[in-house]
C-alpha cells in the first residue's frame, strides 16, 4: 500500500495558498485492506473511505470508461494493480493532476507544474470530453487564478459542444459551479472564459445575449453591457461576499439582452423584461429561494439608484416596500450594496462619490422609526392605520429628499 496526497491540495500548496482539504489516493490496496485498517467506506460509485482518526476521504487508485452520455455515464475500476499515473490520468488538468508522497516527492507525469508556471489550464487527456462538468470546472479556475485555456483544450471543449454533450449537464451541477465561481476574487472571469471557449450561449444565454448590445442612457458611457454587467460583479465582488448580492449584481441588466416582443410585449423598460428573465433563469438553474428573491427585486429596482432625487417620497416608499425592507431589513442592505456595484461598475465611476445610498439609508432609517402606536392612540383602526403610517412615512422621507432635488451631472 502507498499512499499519496493529490489534486487540488498539491496544486495550492505549489501555488503558495492555503490548503483546506486534503485528498488522498491508495495504491496497491483493496477494499478488504481498508476496512481491516479501519477505514470507513463512504463511496457508492467507486471505493472512497474515511480515515478513523482524521475523517479525510482516502480513495482507491482507479480507472474509468465512459458508458453513457452525461457525467454519470461512467464505469470506474479499482484494483492494487491501477497505479498512481494511472489514477492521475483521468484527472480533468494538469494542474490537479500531481501527486505528492510523504517525503514531499511530487509525481507530475502530465507537467501540471509547468502549466502552473506559465498559467494555463491544459485538459490530462482526450477523455475530458467524456465529462461536461469539466468545462464549467475549467472556468471556474480561470476565474480563480486569472490563468488562461490551452488552444488544444479550447479544441477538446469544441467537440463537446458540437456532440451535444452540455446539453447533459444537470441544473444543480450547473449551479454548484456557479455559485463557486462567483465566490471569487474576479468572477467575471468565469463567464469570459465560458464565452471565450464558446460555452456561454449554451449554458448561460442570458448573459451571453448582453455581448455587443450597447448601454445607451444618461447614465452611462456607451460601453458594452455584457462588459458592463462583468465589470458590475467585479464591484459587488469587491464590496461584499455575500452570494446573494454577487448573483443579483449578475441578473441585474439581463433585459438589455432582447427586445420587448421576444420576453415582455408592451413593456418597453428592460426592468421589468429583466424580471422575467431573473425568474426563469433562476427556475432553470435551482436556484435558491431567498438568492432568488434578492436578484428579483434588483433587477426591478436598479434604475430607482440613480432617478432617486428625481423620485417623489411614495417612489421610495414603494422600493422599501417592494423589498419588504422593513420586515428584512438585511435584504435592504443586499440591495444597497448590489446597487452601489451597479454605480461602480461604469468606467470612470469606480471611486466616484455615491451620496444616493448614504441618503436613501436615510430614508429607510427615518421612515422604519414610523409605527402604529401613536395612530392607534389616536382612534385609527384597520386600513386607516395603514395609510397613516404611510403619509408619514412619506413625510419624513421627502423631508430627508428635498436637498437633494437634482438630476446628477
Known sequence: MQIFKVGGCVRDR???????????VVVGSSVDEMLA???????????????PKTQEEYALARTERKTAPGYHGFDFYASPEVTLEDDLARRDLTINAMAEDEDGHIFDPFNGQADLHNKTLRHVSNAFVEDPVRVLRL????????FQVADETKQLIAQMIANGELQHLVAERVWQELEKALLTQQPSLFFICLKDVGALTILFPEIDRLFGVPQKTQWHPEVDTGIHVMRVLDQAARLSDDLAVRFAALCHDLGKGTTPEEILPNHTDHEKRSVVLTQKMCERLRVPREITSLA?????????????????????LGIFEGLDAFRKPQRFLQYLLAGEADFRGRPGFENTDFPEKAVLQSCFNAAKQINAAPFVEQGLQGPDIASAIARQRCKVIDEILKPFRKIRD
Open 14 to 24: 505549489l501555488l503558495g495558498l492555503p490548503v483546506k482539504d486534503r485528498d488522498w
Open 37 to 51: 485498517q479501519g477505514f470507513r467506506p463512504v463511496g457508492k460509485d467507486f471505493p472512497v473511505f474515511l480515515h
Open 139 to 146: 472556468a471556474r479556475f480561470a476565474a480563480r487564478f486569472g
Open 296 to 316: 428579483i427585486k434588483v433587477a426591478e429596482y436598479h434604475s430607482h439608484f440613480y432617478l432617486l432625487f428625481n423620485l417623489s417620497a411614495a417612489e421610495v
